[in-house]
């Protein structure tokens, strides 16, 4: 079945640790997204991308990294300079025009001690 | 950007049908109206989307007004499952190729036995 997977659902690191989440999916989407949530609050977009080797920043993206070499993967890299990485991390993909295929994944939930 | 807002709670019985308000004022005339939900810890999941006319899909019906300012999504017939956040997101599209998704805060849904 077609689908976005992220891994772990679980993470757990130590401050000042960088940490990379994984997103994939075999949709052929070629829209992918990665969201934040943090309790409460609703979903904030972290970056985007419509291509591969392309991306751009969405409203809260100091302190994350992305790449995007295959169409298939997305990974998102929480880094050190993330003042407040606790939280829900989510990652959808879509076709290029949206219609109604935006997918989400599980999500990763991320604690930082 | 589009702003939507819904009301922060609602409560509704088992089997009866919910409706579930969300305003968008300032919306433009080529910008879809979204509706996803999200059940605890979970990735949200489509449900409905509608550019000016009414919609119905197996899951739920889309109202939208004439003016296009508000709408409403309806659960014909609730149940215990339904409880969850409903996001009403106005789809904002850059030159045609990537639309992102603007998530507030939503309403919490208590569908009560």
């Known amino acids: 079945d077609g689908g976005i997977t992220q891994s772990p659902k679980y993470l757990f690191r130590k401050e000042g640790q960088n940490v990379t989440l994984s997103c994939e999916q075999n949709?052929?989407?070629?829209?992918m997204y990665w969201y934040r949530q943090d309790p409460g609050q609703g979903l904030r977009l972290i970056y985007y991308?419509?291509?591969?080797?392309?991306?751009q920043k969405g409203d809260i993206a100091e302190g994350y990294s992305v790449s995007r070499e295959k169409k298939e993967s997305f990974p998102l890299t929480v880094t050190s300079a993330q003042k407040n990485p606790t939280a829900f991390y989510l990652c959808?993909?879509?076709?290029?025009?949206?219609?109604?295929?935006?997918?989400f994944g599980s999500g990763t939930r991320l604690t930082v001690v | 950007d589009a702003k939507t807002t819904q009301p922060p709670s609602m409560d509704c019985a088992e089997g009866r049908a919910a409706n579930l308000p969300c305003n968008h004022s300032?919306?433009?005339?080529?910008?879809?109206v979204y509706w996803y939900r999200q059940i605890h810890s979970q990735g949200p999941q489509y449900i409905i989307h509608?550019?000016?006319n009414n919609e119905t899909n197996e899951m739920a019906s889309l109202i939208i007004t004439e003016d296009r300012k508000s709408s409403t999504l309806i659960l014909p017939h609730a149940t215990l499952r339904d409880t969850a956040v409903y996001y009403c997101?106005?789809?904002?599209?850059?030159?045609?190729?990537?639309?992102?998704?603007?998530f507030g805060t939503g309403t919490l849904l208590a569908v009560q036995p």
């Open positions: 959808a993909s879509s076709i290029a025009s949206g219609g109604k295929g935006y997918t």
């Open positions: 949709l052929n989407h070629d829209a």
């Open positions: 991308s419509q291509i591969v080797n392309d991306f």
């Open positions: 300032t919306i433009s005339g080529n910008e879809y």
């Open positions: 509608g550019l000016k």
């Open positions: 997101i106005v789809r904002v599209s850059y030159g045609g190729a990537t639309n992102k998704l603007i």
